[in-house]
Nanobody, 117 residues
Framework: QEQVVESGGGLVQPGGSLTLSCAAS????????MSWFRQTPENERELVAT????????GYSDAVKGRFFLSRSAAKNELYLHLNDLKPEDTAMYYC??????????WGQGTQVTVSL
């Protein structure tokens, strides 16, 4: 069964860093574009960053460009989001997903990032 499990979130002070992990099972992430999203109770889920299957391009939202970076481990079948220079407005539940899972309506449980003093 195809699924993703997000982890690595936590409480961090402004200016701090975190690395989020997305462990995929049932499919090979090298064959699919993979994305990170985030959502707060007040806002709709928004796309944060996308890594294509060929690693030829990665896109970032304007809100995180220059601060967040993507990487992946083929050996572990995991996608990572490196969060740097965190700001209070980055506080959200973070999810990873890929289009074919999104079309089925599937979302993982997410991992909470809280940026606060």
């Amino acid at each position: 069964q195809e699924q993703v499990v997000e982890s690595g979130g936590g409480l961090v002070q402004p200016g701090g860093s975190l690395t989020l992990s997305c462990a995929a099972s049932g499919f090979d992430i090298r064959n699919y574009a993979m994305s990170w999203f985030r959502q707060t109770p007040e806002n709709e889920r928004e796309l944060v960053a996308t890594l294509t299957s060929t690693l030829s391009t990665s896109g970032y939202s304007d809100a995180v460009k220059g601060r967040f970076f993507l990487s992946r481990s083929a050996a572990k079948n995991e996608l990572y989001l490196h969060l740097n220079d965190l700001k209070p407005e980055d506080t959200a539940m973070y999810y990873c997903n890929t289009p074919f899972l999104q079309r089925s309506g599937y979302w993982g449980q997410g991992t909470q990032v809280t940026v606060s003093l």
